[in-house]
C-alpha cells in the first residue's frame, strides 16, 4: 500500500493516483499534504495533469504544505517576501558598489 | 475587515457553500461578499474545512495575514497547477545567486581599484626595507561578507522562519 492509503486506511488499488509520488516509505509527505490540502483536494489536482508533470506537482505541493505547516500565517509567502527583501537590499547594495567604482 | 453579518449580507464562503452565514462565521471577517473569487481559489486548492480548521488554530490578529497568504498560494496554484508559489520561489531564488555573483565582481572590482591606487613608496634610506602588505579583512575571511547568504534549495530546511512562532516539527 502506499503512504496515501495507509494514512487512509483504504485499499491501494492498482491504478492508485496518489501511489507513485507518496511511496510507503515516507509517511510524512502524504501526511503534510494531506493536513493542508486533503485527500481528496490533491488527488483531483493530481488528476486535471497530464502524467508527465505530476510528480512535480506533487513535490511543490508538499513543500508549500511542509512551509504551511512550520510557519501557519504565512507558509511558503512568507519565504518569497525574505527573497524579494533580499533582492532589493543586493540591488542597493550593487548600486553603491558601482557608485564607488 | 467588517464583518458582512452586520449588513445581513452572507460573506463570500456562505454564499458559495450555500449555507446560512451565522454571527459567529469564522470566514466572514476575511471573505467578504465582494470578493467571490478569492474564497472559491482557497476552497479549490486547501477546501473550506481546512482553511476554518487553519483559522481556528490561529489567535485572532493573525487570521487576516493568514487568508492574505493562503489566497495568494490559492490563485498561483490555480495559475499554474504543477509549480504554484514554488515556480516564484525558483526564479527570485536564481535572481538572488544572479545578483550575488554581480556583486563579488563589482567588490573584486573595487579591491583591484583600491590596490592600484596605493601608493608605492620608495624605501627610506637606513631602512630596512619591508614588503608591502595588503590585508582585505573581513567578518567571513572573503573579500566581501554577503550577510544574506541564503541559497535555500528546493526542499532544502527553511533557516528563515526564526521570527515567526514555529509550534510544528520539520520534515
Known amino acids: ?101 | 475587515m467588517a464583518s458582512s453579518n452586520s449588513y445581513n449580507s452572507p460573506c463570500a464562503a456562505c454564499k458559495f457553500l450555500r449555507r446560512k452565514c451565522l454571527p459567529d462565521c469564522i470566514y466572514a471577517p476575511h471573505f467578504p461578499p465582494e470578493e467571490p473569487q478569492k474564497f472559491a481559489n482557497v476552497h479549490k486548492i486547501f477546501g473550506a474545512g481546512n482553511v476554518a480548521k487553519l483559522l481556528r488554530e490561529l489567535p485572532p490578529h493573525q487570521r487576516e495575514d493568514a487568508v492574505s497568504s493562503l489566497a495568494f498560494e490559492a490563485e498561483a496554484r490555480v495559475r499554474d497547477p504543477v509549480y504554484g508559489c514554488v515556480g516564484a520561489i525558483t526564479f527570485l531564488q536564481r535572481q538572488v545567486e544572479r545578483l550575488q555573483k554581480e556583486l563579488e565582481a563589482a567588490n573584486a572590482d573595487l579591491i583591484r581599484l583600491a590596490c592600484s591606487d596605493i601608493p608605492i613608496l620608495p624605501p627610506a634610506i637606513g631602512m630596512q626595507q619591508r614588503p608591502l602588505e595588503l590585508r582585505i579583512v573581513a567578518e567571513n575571511g572573503g573579500f566581501c561578507p554577503i550577510p544574506y547568504g541564503f541559497p535555500v534549495t528546493y526542499a532544502s530546511s527553511l533557516q528563515w522562519n526564526e521570527n515567526h512562532h514555529n509550534n510544528h516539527g520539520g520534515i
Not at chain 1, 502506499?2 to 496518489?18: E, G, M, Q, T, V
Not at chain 1, 493536513?35 to 483536494?41: F, L, P, V
Not at chain 1, 537590499?89 to 550593487?94: D, E, F, N
Request: net charge positive; with cysteine; glycine share 4%.
Open chain 1, 1 to 101: 500500500r502506499c503512504a496515501a492509503c495507509r494514512h487512509l486506511r483504504r485499499r491501494c488499488p492498482s491504478d492508485c493516483i496518489f501511489a507513485p509520488y507518496f511511496p510507503a516509505n515516507n509517511p510524512r509527505r502524504f501526511s503534510y499534504v494531506h493536513r493542508i490540502y486533503g485527500a481528496s483536494n490533491v488527488a483531483k489536482i493530481l488528476q486535471d495533469l497530464p502524467e508527465n508533470v505530476r510528480g512535480e506537482a506533487a513535490d511543490s505541493l508538499h513543500y508549500e504544505a511542509y512551509c504551511r505547516i512550520k510557519d501557519p500565517v504565512y507558509g511558503i509567502v512568507g519565504m518569497i517576501t525574505v527573497l524579494h527583501q533580499q533582492i532589493c537590499a543586493a540591488q542597493r547594495h550593487l548600486a553603491r558598489v558601482h557608485a564607488e567604482i
